[in-house]
């Protein structure tokens, strides 16, 4: 019991895991939506605010690109899905041994790159326009044209796989019975085979068109003069990314999640339908007293649906009256004051700098008036200014007092006076 009860522990685990790193990023974008920041961001919360969805539905290059997916994708479900069937058919008829050489061939573009079956469309149905000898303006060159042609070529691969797992559980009997009764193979297959075929086929609809609105590497080399929702997504985060990106994809997410809802719910019922009719007895069906089972009858994907309603249109009619101009206004405010606090603050550390390194600079002028005081230059202060000083005047005075050429004062001037005094009175 302890080891099945940490398995379900470890089994849960791993759910929320998986589930919180798979729909984390979608539900984070989903709430920078509702922020009033330009940049898209759910911390710090700012205000509610529905100002980027109506910035999404003025974006006109949005709104062109939105355009042009939806025909590249509805071209791209025909093509893919007519090829698809195509494909899936001759698979179940052709010879057995040549089946798996055929599988690999028709599964071989899903394994090439996008980028190169982009350029090779691209260069392709070039090279056929030229020799053609059709202009440069001609439907060959056309952006749309390329682009369904190049997102069909491994597009219909995958409506082929779906549309094989639905064909293999066809009784052929069905059709060489409509053959025995005198139908044409073309009404065989329009009345026998092909509404057998219809889940399938709206499955491979699906699948083709998702993959053609989300797809980019085939399409950023044939799009040409039309670019598409991921085109145009592309080259806005290139060049600067606002939240109406964010309420574009909130709104996707919200339109997967209404359909998956409906498409579960609708099964659903239509179990619950069949389980009743199982149950009941032939009284009440022949009676008419037999009831179908509401659709919001132990369907709990039905209620999740009216829930995810309910709470859609409340958010919109709460957008319709609900006006965050004040407390954007008073966000605007609060970070004006911030931003002179922190310039002041700037301020004054930068005079607190400019202080330190004033008296950092006095403290090293101090020692450097005090060194003329003594002479510190290696040589005992014989060449101290002080010391030249007095000697200089020392010798001056010893000069004034009496010459001492070195000729015992012979030729000093009192004594010179002194001769010329005695030869003058001797005379």
């Not at 895991?17 to 939506?33: D, H, K, Q, R």
């Not at 002179?340 to 090293?364: D, F, H, N, V, Y």
Request: charged residues 15%.
């Amino acid at each position: 019991m302890k080891n099945l009860s940490f398995m379900r522990l470890s089994i849960w685990i791993y759910l929320g895991v998986f589930f919180a790193y798979l729909l984390g990023p979608l539900v984070i974008m989903s709430v920078t939506a509702f922020n009033s920041p330009e940049f898209p961001r759910a911390t710090p919360w700012e205000c509610l605010t529905f100002e980027w969805f109506s910035a999404l539905f003025q974006d006109e290059r949005i709104l062109n690109g939105i355009k042009n997916s939806i025909l590249v994708g509805a071209g791209t479900v025909v093509l893919s899905v007519a090829m698809g069937l195509a494909g899936a058919l001759m698979l179940t008829q052709i010879w057995p041994k040549l089946r798996a050489t055929y599988y690999t061939i028709i599964i071989a573009p899903i394994l090439v790159p996008g980028v190169v079956i982009g350029i090779s469309t691209l260069v392709f149905w070039d090279r056929i326009n030229r020799m053609v000898g059709l202009g440069a303006d001609s439907f060959l060159s056309n952006g749309l044209f390329l682009t369904v042609i190049g997102q069909s070529t491994f597009i219909a691969s995958y409506c082929m796989l779906v549309l094989v797992a639905r064909l293999q559980r066809y009784d052929t009997a069905l059709t060489e019975a409509a053959l025995d009764l005198g139908a044409t193979h073309a009404q065989a297959f329009r009345k026998v085979l092909l509404p057998f075929m219809k889940p399938a086929i709206a499955s491979a609809a699906v699948l083709a068109f998702l993959a053609s609105f989300e797809n980019y590497n085939t399409t950023t080399f044939t799009f040409g003069e039309y670019p598409t929702l991921t085109i145009e997504l592309a080259q806005k985060v290139r060049y600067g990314i606002t939240p109406a990106i964010s309420a574009l994809a909130f709104i996707i997410v919200l339109l997967t999640v209404f359909a998956a809802l409906f498409n579960e719910a609708n099964i659903r019922r239509k179990e619950l339908v069949a389980e009743a009719r199982k149950e009941a007895t032939v009284e009440e069906l022949s009676s008419g007293q037999f009831k179908l089972p509401g659709f919001l009858s132990s369907n709990w994907a039905a209620v999740a649906l009216v829930i995810v309603a309910c709470a859609t249109v409340t958010v919109v009619g709460t957008a319709t009256v609900y006006s965050p101009q004040q407390c954007i206004a008073d966000v605007q405010e609060q970070k004006r004051l911030e931003t002179e606090l922190r310039i002041q603050e700037l301020k004054r550390q930068r005079e607190l700098r400019r202080q330190q390194q004033e008296a950092e600079q006095g403290s090293s002028a101090a020692p450097a008036q005090s060194k003329p005081a003594g002479n510190d230059s290696g040589f005992g202060g014989v060449f101290a200014p002080t010391n030249l000083e007095g000697e200089t005047e020392q010798q001056g005075s010893t000069e004034s007092e009496g010459n001492n050429s070195g000729f015992g004062g012979v030729f000093a001037p009192s004594t010179l006076s002194g001769e010329d005094t005695s030869e003058g009175s001797g005379n």
